[in-house]
C-alpha cells in the first residue's frame, strides 16, 4: 500500500511541475482593471487556458491529499 502511494505521489508530482510550468503568465494591465471583465472573461474557463487552470487546481488538491495520507501511513 505505501510503495502503490508513493508511486501515485511521485507521477502526481511530476504532473503537476509539467502543468504549472505550460501554464502563461495572466498580467492585466491598468486598462482592464478599469473597464472590468469581458465576454473573454466570463467564459474563460471553458478556454483551453481555463480547463489547464482548472486541472492543476485538481491535481494540486489531489497532491495535498496525498502528501497527508503519505505523512499520516509514515
Do not use: C, H, W
Not at 1 to 25: D, E, G, H, N, P
Not at 49 to 73: D, S
Amino acid at each position: 500500500m505505501k510503495t502503490f502511494l508513493v508511486i501515485i505521489y511521485s507521477i502526481v508530482a511530476i504532473i503537476l511541475t509539467i502543468l504549472t510550468i505550460m501554464q502563461s503568465k495572466e498580467d492585466k494591465g491598468a486598462s482592464e482593471t478599469i473597464t472590468g471583465g469581458s465576454f473573454y472573461e466570463k467564459n474563460k474557463g471553458r478556454t483551453p487556458e481555463g480547463k489547464l487552470k482548472r486541472f492543476t487546481i485538481i491535481l494540486g488538491i489531489v497532491f495535498v491529499i496525498l502528501a497527508i495520507t503519505l505523512g499520516i501511513v509514515y
